[in-house]
């Protein structure tokens, strides 16, 4: 059971730079939570001061409602994964699993039991002799969570703990984190910088950037309602397009305006956008929600269609990407890979207007999804 409050928790370092603001969470028992946002931002600063391997500059942290602020790291009952797991080279898989639970004083039938049990969990059954220069990277990943769990944390904490290993391995061990999520029932506070990784292995995600909490949410939320610009434009891949826009009035129906191209906006977004009439905002769309000509269809809400020529096709195999210039901006979009459109192309694309995002231009902050 461990239950984490974050109560405006800050960081400044001793040269007055200021990694974390303002930071404030509950995290539930049980929680597998994501920390995300671009190298720099006050992820593993925030993931430190959890640990209690970086002291806490101003504001409160609870683990099951005790505040721990100044509790020493080790009687946090926590336990971290690096992305460099740091096995002991000299020592077996086996006592490497084992060496937490020796430095503890356990009897050596409960340190075999738990480690033969760990083991099993994190199949290294076979591995349980060998030296890590003996193992594959995944496999010594494996050992080092091994490790973390043989002490039976009430927290894990792990930061960027795949970011070493070679891009299959990566696919592989997240699936392997998230059943062993399941598995342990544990409290789980995970960083990357990689929001790929996020949407995959998170159910709630924070969204960090230069040491300030964007918007905490589920995977689904995060993708279809980015509370602002940073957001909207960090999670997913490709990025959303963005193009300034200027709000207009036709028909008494709401339009936003970027070079020569006029859309409609419909009607469920309309009243938030009207207080912005004659102003500019950021319109943003995600590639997959752009059509080409050749794929429109009855169902979609496309918007009036707009010229663009093609500047790169990427063919990804079951699908491709093109980017292609717009009178007023540039546009990235979802192709199925028969399309014939290719680099060079003229095509017509039309928005799917229901998915059109709109973006206050001073604020950044989002006016409609
Ligand atoms: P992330 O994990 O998101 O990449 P960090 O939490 O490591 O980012 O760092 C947040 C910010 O704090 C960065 O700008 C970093 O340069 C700065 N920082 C980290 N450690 C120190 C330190 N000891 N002294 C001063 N600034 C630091």
Redesign the pocket.
């Known amino acids: 059971m461990a239950e984490l409050t974050l109560e405006h928790v800050s960081k400044k ?3 007055g ?1 200021e ?1 974390v603001k303002d930071f404030n969470l509950e995290i539930a028992d049980k929680e597998f939570i994501i920390f995300v ?1 671009p ?8 993931l430190r001061m959890i640990a209690g391997l970086e002291d806490i500059t101003s504001g409160t942290l609870k683990i099951d409602g005790k505040v721990v602020n100044d509790v020493e790291p080790k009687d946090r009952d926590i336990a971290m994964v690096f992305q460099n797991y740091a096995l002991y080279p000299h020592m077996t898989v086996y006592e490497n699993m084992a060496f937490p639970l020796r430095l503890r004083k356990a009897d050596s039938k409960e340190i075999d039991r738990v480690v033969h049990e760990t083991a099993r969990i994190l199949d290294l059954e076979k591995l349980l002799d060998r030296k890590p220069s003996a193992l594959s990277g995944g496999q010594r990943q494996r050992v080092a969570m091994g490790r973390a769990i043989a002490r039976n944390p009430k927290v894990f904490l792990m930061d960027e703990p795949l970011s070493n290993l070679d891009a299959k391995l990566r696919v592989q061990m997240r699936a392997e984190i998230s059943k062993l999520h399941d598995r342990l029932g544990a409290t789980i506070i995970y ?1 990357t ?1 990689d929001q790929t990784e996020a949407m995959t292995l998170g159910t709630r995600i924070v969204v ?1 950037k230069d ?1 300030v909490m964007q918007q905490v949410d589920t995977p689904s939320k995060l993708y279809n309602e980015p509370c602002n610009l940073f957001v909207a434009g960090f999670i997913g891949s490709p990025q959303m397009n963005f193009v300034d826009a200027t709000v207009g009035e036709r028909a008494g129906k709401i339009t936003l305006t970027f070079g020569s191209n006029t859309i409609t906006v419909p009607e469920s977004k309309a009243a938030a956008l009207r207080p912005y009439i004659g102003k500019v905002v950021v319109a943003g769309i995600r590639p997959e929600d752009v059509v080409e000509e050749h794929e429109y269809s009855e169902q979609k809400f496309l918007s009036e269609s707009i010229e663009a020529s093609v500047t790169v096709y990427e063919l990804l195999g079951s699908e491709a990407m093109i980017y292609g210039e717009v009178d007023g901006g540039v546009i990235s979009a979802h192709l199925s890979a028969t399309n014939p459109v290719r680099t060079g192309s003229r095509i017509k694309v039309a928005f799917d207007v229901n998915k059109l995002h709109v973006f206050d231009k001073e604020t950044e902050l989002a006016i409609v999804h």
Do not use: A, D, I
């Open positions: 370092y001793p040269n730079y990694g946002g190298s720099g931002c006050g992820k593993s600063t925030t960083v910088h960090m040491g």
